[in-house]
């Protein structure tokens, strides 16, 4: 893609967008099929792909939107689905074993809760506020930062910390915690 048709996309130019989509999108399918072997999760995350370029059209740079990165962002999602998928199914197994339920009985999700709300509540005000905007109310980094006057890396890093401590100091409890962690909070 030339410097011109880079420049259209970040003034919003809604055919060129069109027409990366159209010239890129059933290949992208095809190659994330290949790797997540469901056809609807493939076309989600290439929708997916397309529309945070579209979000990012701004900051774009020709780099980001040649075929070679696409197929990148591609790959880089359908890891994310098959490792989740993973511990999908090591839930179920521990689930389906009774490790879990004896686990699960050992405390109860109040305390489990309250556990959480303590770390949490501990953290600096403006990490606590990032954490709360990021994870219940699904803003984006880039949203965040530009309701708080922050940089984007500043949202990450300060996320970053606070789920490094939350792993850590959760790290016994953390295969119930997805069970609770957003109906308690």
């Not at 989509?21 to 792909?49: I, N």
């Not at 953290?123 to 708080?148: D, N, Q, W």
């Not at 984007?152 to 970053?160: A, H, I, K, P, S």
């Amino acid at each position: 893609m030339t410097t011109n048709l880079l420049l259209q996309l970040k003034k919003s130019d809604k055919v060129l967008f069109d027409a990366l989509f159209d010239k890129h999108y059933k290949s992208l399918c095809s190659y994330a099929y290949t790797l997540v072997r469901d056809y609807s999760v493939a076309e989600d995350l290439v929708q997916d792909l397309f529309v945070r370029i579209w979000h990012r059209r701004s900051e774009l740079k020709i780099a980001d939107i040649h075929g070679g990165y696409l197929f990148k962002a591609v790959y880089a999602k359908c890891l994310d689905v098959l490792k989740h998928d993973e511990v999908k199914k090591r839930y179920e197994q521990e689930l389906k074993s009774g490790t879990l339920l004896e686990f699960d009985e050992s405390i109860s999700q109040f305390e489990l809760s309250e556990k959480l709300k303590t770390i949490i509540e501990k953290l600096p005000v403006r990490r606590k506020e990032i954490f709360f905007m990021s994870k219940i109310h699904g803003m984006t980094y880039k949203e965040i930062a530009e309701e708080l006057d922050i940089s984007v890396n500043t949202v990450d890093t300060q996320l970053r910390r606070t789920l490094q401590l939350l792993r850590s100091e959760m790290k016994d409890y953390l295969p119930i915690l997805p069970l609770i962690f957003f109906e308690n909070i």
